[in-house]
């Protein structure tokens, strides 16, 4: 699949720019994708404000913050299923302007995505083809296309940027990529509607929620062993987004139909405490310095901010039309 010439000129042009600092009081910026209204919300962490509104033109779901911080990618498409358009692809946002400055485009209708941790390829799931897309970020070129499970969804990196994994809610798969030769090496079979994926900071553990199981599967990711299936409020939650902290002791899981983050010990695996939050919490994520989670809570509009060492709501942000992903710019 070919990138449109003028993604790849804006987008050499953006990496070849020296990078910006994210800007706000506090040094962080939360962007929030916004699936119905099409754009993704600006929060300043310092005072808990939307400071912007970004248009990208179509539904806006995964989100992650390049490596170095100067720039946002958000997956878009458009509201027509197994039809691919203009608007599916990746829409690179610029973190000091709060501009669009390009698209890739990475097959039909990407849900998420994860990008290597040293900023070199982003890899996308296609939900409709059944696929995993590879674009090199530097040169804005087409990599590779994998087979991937059915319906593929959550993607993430491992740390060491050696292994990309690729949830499938259909075929309840997680498909192991290894990014050095782009080829699939191996799939496990997982609980009920796997949604996402993270990696422990030592990358020697993977965290899979499954919706419809109602449980988070832990994988050595090493001899690739499933060690043990942690049940989400008594195997009643419905788990989607998960997160681990930057100590890698706590792991932090969204509910989205239960309205709840639950706060899970990574070493002994056990639920320490299960936080409300707002309504149907989505998207998750975690501050670089660990003190604050970030909920997307689609049905609320609404961010939740929990204090990570309390473990209580500390702040309640409205945004846009049915929040689906969350990241943070700056610490």
């Not at 449109?4 to 042009?13: D, E, M, Y």
């Not at 539904?59 to 608007?87: L, M």
């Not at 941790?117 to 939900?127: I, K, M, V």
């Not at 709501?313 to 990241?327: D, F, L, S």
Request: with cysteine.
């Amino acid at each position: 699949m070919s990138i449109r010439a003028v993604s790849l000129l804006a987008s050499c042009a953006l990496l070849a720019a020296p990078a910006h600092q994210p800007t706000s009081s506090s040094g962080r910026l939360v962007f929030v994708s916004n699936e119905a209204s099409h754009d993704v919300s600006v929060i300043d962490a310092a005072t808990n404000a939307v400071v912007a509104r970004i248009p990208v033109g179509g539904r806006a779901r995964g989100i992650h913050v390049s490596p170095d911080g100067s720039r946002v990618y958000v997956a878009t498409s458009d509201d027509k299923p197994q039809t691919e358009s203009s608007v599916d692809g990746i829409a690179i946002l610029d973190v000091a302007s709060k501009k669009v400055v390009a698209r890739y485009r990475v097959g039909s209708d990407p849900e998420q995505f994860a990008v290597v941790p040293d900023g070199s390829r982003l890899y996308a799931s296609n939900e409709d083809g059944g696929t995993a897309t590879a674009i090199d970020l530097k040169t804005g070129k087409h990599v590779a296309t994998l087979v991937v499970g059915i319906e593929p969804e959550g993607v993430a990196a491992s740390p060491d940027g050696r292994w990309v994994y690729v949830t499938s809610e259909t075929s309840n798969s997680v498909s192991l990529i290894d990014a050095r030769t782009n080829t699939v090496v191996g799939n496990l079979l997982v609980d009920l509607r796997p949604r996402a994926v993270a990696f422990s900071p030592d990358g020697t553990r993977a965290f899979v929620t499954a919706e419809v199981g109602g449980t988070l599967t832990v994988v050595d990711t090493k001899t690739r062993d499933i060690v043990s299936t942690v049940p989400i409020e008594g195997g009643e939650g419905k788990p989607v987004g998960v997160v681990v902290s930057p100590d890698g002791r706590r792991v932090y899981v969204a509910s989205g139909r239960t309205g709840t983050l639950s706060v899970i010990d990574a070493a002994t695996l056990e639920v320490i405490k299960t936080v409300a939050v707002g309504k149907r919490p989505w998207g998750v994520t975690i501050s670089r310095d660990g003190r604050y989670v970030y909920t997307a809570n689609g049905l609320s509009n609404d961010v939740s901010v929990v204090d990570a060492t309390t473990n209580r709501v500390v702040g309640t942000i409205k945004v846009g039309q049915r929040p689906w992903g969350v990241a943070v710019a700056g610490r």
